[in-house]
């Protein structure tokens, strides 16, 4: 069975540019989530989704991040504007469900790099 | 709120040694624990979990993990390492608001 899938894997853009990170979890899953890492931070969840609804977005650094998840089968998380700052591993996970502690799976991540 | 602490940054063993990576959660109520792995580019595989039972829980790859309420640790082990578990591993522990709280991370390198 196919993984949790991230594109792009790798990504390189100047500062201010708009970034878009898309994740399609494992089929079936109905739990997805967004985490960052970085070597000062380690790994952050920014925000997850139940049933394709944003439940807690508490871990959103700023406006500059958004999420989106149409359907059940794709999430974005875009940035913009960019910033150096900004640079990190990108982490997909998704779960069978939410409510019963159902391990994540992750993606391969998108290493995010800022100039 | 829910912490964990992996106290050992950096671990260094020959291969054929025992391996054991410490884990120690902070949660108010009974805590779902997991160890993952993360190899070098790669994003993380969950090793094994523990949320009720047996203390001592079995996973992949030959590791095993301790579940020890009273000094609230989880620590992981492998009785003999191999070359390619060099990686970086994560301790995490899952509250039921459905949020997962992870370690800083071990990265163990095995020498020949």
């Known amino acids: 069975d196919a993984g949790v899938i991230q594109s792009p894997r790798h990504e390189v853009t100047e500062m201010g540019q708009e970034v878009t990170l898309r994740c399609k979890p494992i089929s079936g899953h109905n739990s997805l989530f967004w985490y960052r890492q970085t070597m000062m931070r380690g790994l952050e969840l920014l925000i997850y989704?139940?049933?394709?609804?944003?439940?807690?977005d508490s871990g959103m650094p700023e406006d500059r991040f958004s999420a989106k998840m149409p359907n059940a089968s794709f999430s974005t998380l875009k940035i913009q504007p960019s910033e150096p700052r900004d640079s990190a591993v990108y982490f997909c996970a998704s779960s069978l469900r939410a409510w019963d502690n159902q391990p994540q799976h992750f993606g391969d991540g998108t290493r995010l790099s800022i100039l | 709120a829910q912490s964990v602490t992996q106290p050992d940054i950096h671990i260094t063993v020959s291969e054929g040694a025992s391996l054991e990576l410490r884990c120690n959660y902070s949660y108010g109520a009974t805590p779902y624990l997991f160890w993952y792995v993360q190899s070098p580019g790669q994003g993380l595989q969950l090793l094994l979990k523990y949320f009720s039972g047996d203390t001592l829980v079995q996973g992949i790859k030959g590791f095993e993990a301790e579940f020890k309420r009273s000094q609230s640790s989880f620590n992981l082990r492998k009785p003999s390492v191999h070359w390619s578990d060099a990686a970086e591993y994560f301790c995490?522990?899952?509250?039921?608001?459905?949020?997962?709280?992870f370690g800083g991370g071990t990265r163990l390198m095995v020498k020949p």
């Open positions: 995490a522990v899952f509250n039921a608001g459905n949020m997962l709280t």
């Open positions: 989704f139940n049933n394709n609804v944003p439940i807690d």
